[in-house]
């Protein structure tokens, strides 16, 4: 019976080896953010963050909470955006609609999530010790970029927040996340995976 269904898994993985690769990214995507969910913790209307429910680890996503705070308060204010402070984490603008930035907002877990996938991902680790690097730039401007289209839109539709805070913008992170990983596999893991194809070709034929 058991080796009736280890045949039967076999088979199905084989059938599916079009979009295997793909259904490992879903496969550790979904993994990674279940982990998050489960060991990380934290109320969003306070600055305190809990591992496990015991490690108290608040002080990075504290330091990054002010840190994107003031970047995107930078940005609004280039773009002459008008808005004032209660607290080091708020933006409130002209028409007293207020945007705070809390520990949810640092991308973080985004970035754990995206170094999940690229560590379980296939592929030579001279490129990943540059790409990890410059992905997680990239995961760092994205979330900058979202919580000031954020902001800025807020101003003078603020019945626009829920939908891009919770769901356009969201998932969109998810895509560009999913959009680095296809670089990586496409442009990148290929092209090495070709080249030692091609050596091994090479040497091979000297033999």
Request: hydrophobic share 50%.
């Amino acid at each position: 019976m058991k080796e009736k269904i280890k045949e039967k898994i076999k088979a199905l993985w084989q059938k599916a080896e079009p979009i295997q690769s793909i259904l490992i990214f879903m496969l550790i995507l979904f993994t990674s953010n279940i982990l998050w969910k489960l060991s990380i913790n934290g109320d969003e209307g306070n600055n305190q963050v809990l591992l496990f429910n015991t490690f108290d680890i608040s002080d990075p996503f504290n330091f990054l909470v002010i840190h994107i705070t003031d970047v995107v308060k930078t940005l609004l204010t280039f773009f002459g955006y008008h808005f004032h402070a209660r607290y080091v984490n708020d933006i409130i603008f002209s028409n007293h609609y207020r945007v705070t930035i809390i520990w949810g907002c640092t991308a973080i877990k985004q970035s754990f999530i995206f170094l999940c996938i690229m560590c379980l991902t296939p592929g030579p680790w001279k490129h990943k010790l540059w790409y990890v690097p410059f992905g997680l730039i990239i995961v760092y401007a994205f979330n900058i970029l979202r919580i000031f289209i954020i902001a800025m839109v807020s101003e003078n539709h603020p019945e626009y927040f829920f939908i891009l805070h919770r769901i356009i913008l969201k998932y969109l992170f998810y895509c560009v996340i999913f959009l680095m990983w296809v670089i990586w596999e496409e442009k990148i893991n290929q092209k090495s995976k070709k080249q030692l194809l091609q050596s091994n070709k090479e040497i091979i034929e000297t033999l």
